[in-house]
């Protein structure tokens, strides 16, 4: 028995994923879907969380794997909140903490970070040195998310700066996933 390809979504965060961007290179190299935003620099979060909504209502909720990258993890939480649609998984990489003193402003309504269980199975990926995010927040909202936590060391905010290119431990944990 032949078994469905898993749909990914590719969720970048504030300010979108440029093209040296893991998750763009993952995007045309296989050929993954990438949730547009209207607006990638002053976004509101309700309007994020209708992307999502109506990107996975395409598809068979139940084979989508969401890849989000910084403030799509918490869209993501935000959108599990409301939306409470069983997926197959979602790759949390580099969750942003849009609660620090740290984060950008311009953003509308992704404050507080859901500390909710995710009602499907999730990683949530950190590095020891995130601008956005300290290695115990990241690990708290993993805890709170229920999800499987990983430690990549010093990756910087695991993004196109931190020179990972398709970065192929992050493809590893996808295919735990599916």
């Given at each position: 028995?032949?078994?469905?390809?898993p749909?990914?979504l590719?969720?970048?965060?504030?300010?979108?994923?440029?093209?040296e961007?893991?998750?763009s290179?993952?995007?045309?190299?296989?050929?993954?879907?990438r949730?547009?935003?209207?607006?990638?620099?002053?976004?509101?979060?309700a309007?994020w969380?209708?992307?999502?909504n109506?990107?996975?209502?395409?598809?068979?909720a139940?084979?989508?794997?969401?890849?989000g990258?910084?403030?799509?993890?918490?869209?993501?939480?935000?959108?599990?909140?409301?939306?409470?649609v069983?997926?197959?998984?979602?790759?949390?990489v580099?969750p942003?903490?849009?609660?620090?003193?740290?984060?950008?402003?311009?953003?509308t309504?992704?404050?507080?970070?859901?500390?909710?269980?995710?009602?499907?199975?999730?990683?949530v990926?950190?590095?020891?040195?995130?601008?956005?995010?300290?290695?115990e927040?990241a690990?708290?909202f993993?805890?709170?998310?229920?999800?499987?936590w990983?430690?990549?060391g010093d990756?910087?905010?695991?993004?196109?700066?931190?020179?990972?290119?398709?970065?192929h431990?992050?493809?590893?944990?996808?295919?735990?996933?599916?």
């Amino acid at each position: 028995m032949q078994t469905q390809q898993p749909t990914i979504l590719i969720l970048p965060g504030l300010g979108n994923s440029g093209p040296e961007h893991w998750q763009s290179i993952w995007e045309q190299k296989f050929n993954f879907t990438r949730v547009q935003q209207a607006d990638w620099e002053t976004p509101v979060c309700a309007d994020w969380i209708e992307n999502i909504n109506n990107e996975v209502q395409k598809h068979y909720a139940a084979n989508v794997i969401l890849v989000g990258h910084s403030l799509a993890c918490t869209t993501i939480a935000y959108w599990a909140q409301k939306f409470n649609v069983k997926i197959k998984g979602a790759l949390l990489v580099a969750p942003s903490d849009t609660e620090a003193d740290t984060y950008p402003p311009g953003t509308t309504g992704f404050s507080p970070v859901p500390l909710i269980k995710l009602p499907f199975r999730s990683i949530v990926v950190a590095s020891t040195n995130d601008y956005y995010v300290t290695l115990e927040r990241a690990r708290h909202f993993a805890d709170s998310w229920g999800s499987e936590w990983v430690n990549i060391g010093d990756a910087g905010h695991i993004n196109s700066s931190s020179g990972l290119g398709e970065w192929h431990q992050g493809l590893e944990l996808l295919k735990k996933l599916e």
